[in-house]
Each structure stands twice: as structure tokens, then as C-alpha cells.
């Protein structure tokens, strides 16, 4: 499934992420997402597809409970740490795949009985919405799709205005998602507080929005 996103733009993204993942030799801390971790267990493994994996915390978790995992991300830089990652947990390629994919401009390919974007965002141009309902659309029947974003900015970052994010509210998700008809079950559209340790090594709470649907 191919976008309207020039050359350019996929040069540019891979450069920006590539860079970004340069800066330290980790960047997430490798934990599964707390949404995704609290979801799964009540799903019947299958197979998932992780968007924007990144160095592959989720995807990894997901495969070690028994799914068949695609993890998508624009970043080789961030791939070659989720392979080394995987290898180290001992999953192989029939149990974990890693695919260099900008998501503007391309899709993956298949049906997945789980699909998950948590905190699928980028200060490069992102046509978001569009990301979204092409994820709707490779959720198989009965498959649940699972989108995570940021519901506001941690309390550490003050009010300099350096945090021009964009926070989607519940409502704004789906309207996003574009779940219209009778083809789906929105199991849940709410926003979620999790604890989080701030860069000064202080406790805070994190807001984030989650929206759950089951595709009938």
C-alpha cells in the first residue's frame, strides 16, 4: 500500500530517527509498554503486528508469549538493536521478523490478529491518521487493534513551550481510526495514568490516551 510521501521525505525520516537512536547506545528502556502488557494476556496469540517497534521491547515481549511478531520501524539503527535483542532471547525468525518500513509511505503486507502503535509519533511530517486506519484495516477478523499515544506532556517538562505535541484526546483517536459501521467493538477509549521516572530520577505520573477495538 504505497502513500503520497516523495523520496525525500523517507531520506529524511530514516536520517532524523537513525540520528536520534545515535545519540546513546539505548534510548527506551526495553520494558514492555504497560498497556500492551495489560492487554495481550486476554488475546489468543497469533499474529501481531508492532508499528514504529523502534529497538524492539514490545515486539520481543510479544514473541516470548507465544506470537508470531512483524516489528516495523524506520530506523536500521533501531532494527539492528531489536535483532541483537532478540538473538539474546534466544527467538528466531519464525517467531519475531524485522521489517525497515517508512510508514508514510508504505504498509506491511498480511493480516494480523493483533495490531499495536503505541506512542506512534514523529517531529518529521507523519501522516498519522492515514497510519492509523491502514492499521484498522490489517487487524483479521475477530483481531484487536490497540493504539497508544501521549495524552499530555510529563510534568517534568515544565511550560516552556518546548513540548508543541500534538495529545489526542479519546474522542480525537477515533475519530482518527475512522471505526465507522458495524465492524467493530470499541473495547475501550479512555486515558490511562501510569507512574514514570522523571531525567532528575523523581517519580510523576504519565497520561495516556488508549483505544482498544475488537474487529467483529
Known sequence: MTGHSSPGRAADARTFWDARYGERPRIWSGAVNQVLADTAPGLTPGRALDLGCGEGGDSVWLA????????????ATALERAGALSESRGLGGEQISWQQIDLAADFPAGEFELVSACFLASPIQLPRAVILQRAAAAVAPGGTLLVVSHAGAPPWAGHSGSHRHFFPTPEEE????????????????????????????????????VVIARRR
Request: with cysteine; charged share 30%.
Open 64 to 75: 516470548e508469549c507465544g506470537w508470531q511478531v512483524t516489528g516495523v520501524d524506520v530506523s
Open 174 to 209: 477515533l475519530t482518527a481510526l475512522d471505526l465507522s459501521g458495524d465492524m467493530w467493538d470499541i473495547r475501550c477509549a479512555e486515558v490511562r495514568s501510569r507512574k514514570a521516572i522523571g531525567p532528575d530520577g523523581k517519580p510523576g505520573l504519565l497520561e495516556d490516551t
